[in-house]
């Protein structure tokens, strides 16, 4: 055994290195690549990425090795490292399978290339490392099928027993529905895999078992699922969900920064209320006094808009509504543009245009998450502005005619609306309500008040 050279003229001490076998031989391969670099900056770290010093940190604080191998290696990568010293046929499994894990080492001593499923694509016939979450698995006699999901997307690793070591094999037996592991393979193209690639698998590391996970794979009502809703986010409809709310909130801040707003955010706790009082949430403020959950963030647009012109308020509404329609949320995120010297006509074209922009942002970037949420892309494809504009009176009369007889005078509710939807292949924008049936701070048409 030998031990690598230190830098001259270091006040800190710089990584030592011990060329032997087993894990030692792991160890010294980083530790190599690290002084082969920088031996002349008194630094052996200086060339890397955060990521890459955070990689030795662990790999040393997680290592059982004997202490002399890590003679001259500062001490802020040895603390907390087990250096007991091997006993006498103990072989390093754990410690294997960190170093593995978190220096990208396979047990040859290779590099491998650490990516996402969302990637995977980019390295067809190419040996990479996937880290992610059991989905489910089948068997099929001497090959093991494994659904890993890593939050990115699903790709289907394949264990055939031949080609992987028996503990390997074995290993994919004891895995349970949303066990953690580090999967090693190489990359196949296969249009009948989800996502259209594969990983033929060479090792796995378990990183924990999953014990008793309460959502398995038979139907489960809402009432159960919304108590574990923490673990339901992982189900594939609410992750398609989820991704493509994010996507919507990313385009409709693209649009309106695009087109001069700026995000001014209002509190949510607020001293009144902006939409009636009969739906606050009130709660106990200082000094005796009442606070309020926001309702809109509306009021204080208004006064940003006098300040910046084109601002918009991005955040979470509240609403104490004893109902449990589809159409009513306690809670809610509202997006609210305010545009001084805004006229109708402006306020009708940037709505149909934001929201034109939403729905083809997610045709373009979620496609995948609509198929496994059922929806038409047709029925999207069709929200193009400019959008359909009728007014009230037009709108009683579509309404008449489907033999609907509403007074005038009377806001439309949900099956009206439902009605005079039917009749477009996109959104329908309705205009000139009566005074009465819209709020205080609604102008009045000039032409006819």
């Known amino acids: 055994m030998r031990q690598a050279r230190r830098s001259r003229g270091s006040d800190d001490q710089t990584l030592g290195m011990v060329l032997g076998s087993g894990l030692a031989n792991r160890l010294a391969r980083i530790f190599h690549e690290l002084l082969s670099r920088d031996h002349e900056t008194g630094n052996p770290l200086a060339g890397l990425s955060g990521a890459q010093r955070a990689r030795i940190r ?11 191998w890590f003679q001259g290696v500062p001490k802020r990568y040895v603390a907390g490292a087990d250096t007991r010293g ?15 894990e978190i220096s990208g080492l396979d047990r040859r001593g290779f590099m491998v290339q ?34 890993i999901r890593d939050g990115t997307g699903t790709i289907q690793a394949v264990v055939v027993k031949n080609e992987v070591s028996p503990a390997t094999f074995a290993l994919t037996d004891t895995l349970t529905q949303e066990s953690s592991l580090v999967v090693s393979g190489n990359v196949h193209a296969d249009a009948r895999s989800p ?13 924990q078992v999953a014990e008793d996970y309460p959502i398995t794979p038979k139907e489960h009502g809402p009432a159960f699922l919304l108590d574990h809703r923490h673990l339901w986010l992982r189900s594939a409809k ?11 909130i990313e385009a409709a801040r693209e649009f309106l920064n695009r087109e001069g707003f700026i995000l001014f955010d209002a509190p949510i706790l607020t001293p009144a209320a902006c939409e009636g009082t009969t739906t606050l949430f009130e709660t106990d403020y200082f000094y005796d006094e009442k606070a309020y959950l926001s309702q809109s963030g509306q009021l204080y647009a208004e006064a940003g808009a006098m300040a910046f012109g084109k601002v918009y308020t991005l955040g979470p509404t509240f609403r104490a509504e004893k109902s449990k329609t589809r159409r009513h949320l306690t809670e809610f995120w509202m997006l609210e543009p305010e545009a001084a010297f805004a006229e109708l006509e402006d306020i009708l074209s940037l709505a149909e245009q934001l929201v034109s922009h939403l729905v083809h942002s997610v045709l373009t970037h979620k496609s995948e998450e609509l198929k496994i949420l059922g929806r038409e892309r047709s029925k999207l494809e069709s929200v193009l502005s400019p959008f359909p504009r009728i007014r ?5 009369d579509l309404l008449r005619q489907k033999g609907i ?25 309705i205009t000139h309500y009566p005074l009465q049936t819209k709020a205080f701070y609604m102008k009045s048409d000039p032409d006819k008040p």
């Open 195 to 207: 996502g259209g690639y594969e990983l033929q698998v060479s090792e796995i590391t378990v990183v």
């Open 238 to 248: 609410q992750h398609a969900i989820l991704r493509i709310r994010s996507q919507v």
């Open 86 to 100: 091997r006993q006498k046929g103990r072989p390093y499994s754990r410690s294997q399978q960190v170093i593995h």
């Open 114 to 147: 650490t990516t996402t499923v969302d990637t995977i694509g980019q390295f067809v016939d190419q040996t990479v490392m996937i880290r992610g979450w059991l989905y489910s698995k089948r068997s099929s006699g001497k090959v093991r099928f494994l659904l």
């Open 392 to 396: 009230y009176d037009d709108a009683l």
């Open 405 to 429: 007889d509403h007074e005038w005078g009377e806001d439309f509710g949900t099956a009206e609306d439902t009605l005079i939807s039917e009749l477009f292949d996109r959104p329908v924008m």
């Open 58 to 68: 662990w790999a040393c604080h997680r290592a059982t090795v004997p202490r002399d």
